[in-house]
């Protein structure tokens, strides 16, 4: 057992990897009590938990204010379909209408100025998927191109805009989830048919782009690569994420999971599996979207296997201080409500696709 000071930072260390979710307008006390205690390092927040845009800056007002340190703070902002903040928030085409890199990064840039003085840290965007499947249901036109090199222009593109406007990009899904044909929040896909050499021509080509680039974060897909691993989603596999990410493409940014509640790892795991699973295959962020009480059992069960020795501590540490750095690099940026309401109207009228 260790003593109360090395648990302390144990117990700081782990909450620094959780990202929580949770239903509503306002903080529930639930919720409220994790970010008091460190127990989680940051919020996603989704159209459910928006109101008018100063209600979202005052709510991320409200969140940071209870944290011990300034809490991370998420949303996915694509564009088209996926944009959970609405107008007068900029409202940018689907991403398969860009297809000019400066454009791109001149709409990077313009998010990244609302997002941050609204309270937002980062944008899990670009999308750099390859839309090689028409009959996809979760990827189609949040895809830039069915051509895995203009893929990673664009992404890249919007991603430097975005970080170059003191907001964190995130890549998804990685490896690639735009040949599935099942949206892994509802089942598990499977890609059968693609070996790691299809991967290298076809769906690996825009993240190594925007890995080399320098890409602060990316992000997971839970589907299923038998031809690499027949057991477990890329989210959980320790022969996708550590091989591919750390060691063969040298990229030493966050990997952030996806939504571990979704079906895809829900109705396969538990909890406190997929959560220390996905720290010890490679993940340093781990995404629990919905239920704050999830987020507080990921925590306890990631302290408790590094505790028993089923989890390294060095991984955990190793994680934290990814993180860490990811934090420092993109401070913490908001504006009052009021003049954050007024400076993201400003935005959006100037920006001309």
């Known amino acids: 057992m260790h003593d109360s000071r090395q648990m302390s930072a144990l117990d700081q260390a782990v909450g620094r990897l959780l990202i929580g979710g949770f239903d509503g307008l306002d903080t529930p006390p639930d919720f409220a009590e994790l970010v008091r205690a460190g127990t989680v390092g940051g919020v996603i927040l ?12 005052a709510l991320l007002g409200r969140l940071q204010a209870m944290a011990p340190r300034p809490l991370w703070t998420a949303v996915d902002q694509e564009g088209g379909r996926v944009q959970r903040l609405g107008a007068p928030f900029l409202q940018l085409p689907p991403m398969r209408e860009i297809d000019d890199v400066a454009v791109a990064r001149r ?15 980062q944008d899990y965007a670009p999308v750099l998927d390859v839309d090689t499947n028409p009959a996809n249901p979760v990827i189609g036109d949040r895809s830039f191109s069915r051509d895995p090199v203009r893929v990673g222009e664009l992404g890249v593109a919007l991603a430097q805009g975005l970080e170059g406007g003191g907001v964190a990009a995130c ?12 949206d892994s929040h509802y089942v598990l896909p499977s890609l059968a048919k693609h070996d790691l050499a299809r991967l290298r021509a076809v769906e690996l080509v825009p993240f190594i782009m925007a890995m080399k680039a320098g890409i602060a974060s990316v992000m997971t897909a839970h589907v299923l690569f038998p031809s ?7 989210t959980l596999s320790e022969k996708i994420i550590t091989p591919l990410v750390r060691q063969e493409i040298g990229y030493d940014g966050v990997v952030v999971s996806d939504d571990l509640e979704m079906k895809a790892v829900a109705d396969n795991y538990g909890i406190e599996e997929s959560s220390v699973r996905a720290i010890r295959v490679g993940c340093d962020q781990l995404l629990i979207c919905h239920r704050p009480e999830l987020v507080a059992a990921a925590h306890r069960a990631i302290v408790q296997a590094v505790e028993k020795g089923t989890l390294s501590r060095s991984r955990v540490m190793e994680a934290a201080a990814r993180v860490e ?7 913490l940026r908001a504006l009052s409500p009021t003049m954050a309401v007024a400076r993201v109207d400003e935005i959006a009228r100037a920006f001309v696709v």
């Open 46 to 57: 989704f159209k459910r938990n928006l109101g008018s845009l100063a209600d979202t800056a």
């Open 107 to 121: 709409a990077g840039q313009a998010l990244a100025e609302g997002l941050s003085v609204l309270g937002f840290r």
């Open 228 to 234: 690499l691993d027949p057991e477990h989603p890329a």
């Open 171 to 182: 890549g998804k899904h990685f490896p690639g989830h735009g040949d599935t044909s099942q």
């Open 325 to 331: 750095r990811m934090e420092a690099r993109f401070p």
